[in-house]
């Protein structure tokens, strides 16, 4: 595998980690509770799905929807960037079933943990951390050069 220097584009990525931090610490001093997306999901979710208010919920739904309006804004300062599937649908699928259930078994996703919790120096964040990246690594490995 070859990088592509002359692609490397080190100011808007270190611009979107800047706006990922001041997003991540304005919602823990705000709310008290890390911005993991997984936790973010949950609990509006199993508002509505229960039936009781979202009323408490609306700083999560406003956060979300600060994410699905995120490549909207994107739009208006350059194209975005052309999105390639490599695999089928069932990949995916399945893909996504992997994802949810390491979220529930680590308790948290990948920006609760690497994001959040590594920030605060938070022992299980890291483990999870080394854990879903050490996953990440041998699937790519196994999918990539051996199978």
Same mark, same amino acid.
């Not at 997003?23 to 008290?32: K, R």
């Not at 208010?53 to 408490?56: D, H, Q, T, Y």
């Given at each position: 595998?070859?990088i592509?220097?002359?692609r $490397?584009t080190?100011?808007?990525?270190l #611009?979107? +980690?800047?706006?990922?931090?001041l &997003? *991540?610490? !304005? $919602?823990?001093?705000?709310?008290?509770? #890390?911005a +993991?997306?997984a936790?973010?999901? &949950? *609990?509006? !979710?199993?508002a509505l799905?229960s039936?009781s208010?979202?009323?408490?919920e609306r700083?999560?739904l406003?956060? !979300?929807?600060?994410?699905?309006?995120?490549?909207?804004v994107?739009r208006?300062f350059?194209p975005?960037?052309a999105?390639?599937?490599?695999?089928?649908?069932w990949?995916l699928?399945?893909a996504?079933l992997f994802?949810?259930?390491?979220?529930?078994?680590g308790?948290?996703c990948?920006?609760?943990h690497g994001?959040?919790?590594?920030?605060?120096l938070s022992?299980?964040?890291?483990?999870?951390?080394?854990?879903?990246?050490?996953?990440g690594?041998?699937?790519?490995f196994?999918?990539?050069?051996?199978?």
């Open positions: 595998m070859m592509a220097w002359d $490397f080190p100011w808007s990525a #611009v979107g +980690g800047l706006l990922i931090g &997003a *991540s610490a !304005l $919602f823990i001093l705000g709310n008290g509770r #890390v +993991g997306i936790g973010i999901v &949950a *609990s509006p !979710l199993r799905l039936g208010s979202l009323r408490p700083t999560r406003l956060f !979300l929807a600060g994410l699905f309006m995120a490549p909207w994107w208006l350059a975005l960037p999105a390639r599937v490599d695999v089928g649908p990949a699928v399945a996504g994802v949810g259930v390491g979220v529930r078994m308790n948290g990948t920006s609760g994001v959040c919790g590594l920030s605060r022992p299980r964040s890291m483990a999870n951390v080394l854990a879903f990246m050490g996953a690594f041998v699937t790519v196994l999918l990539r050069h051996v199978i």
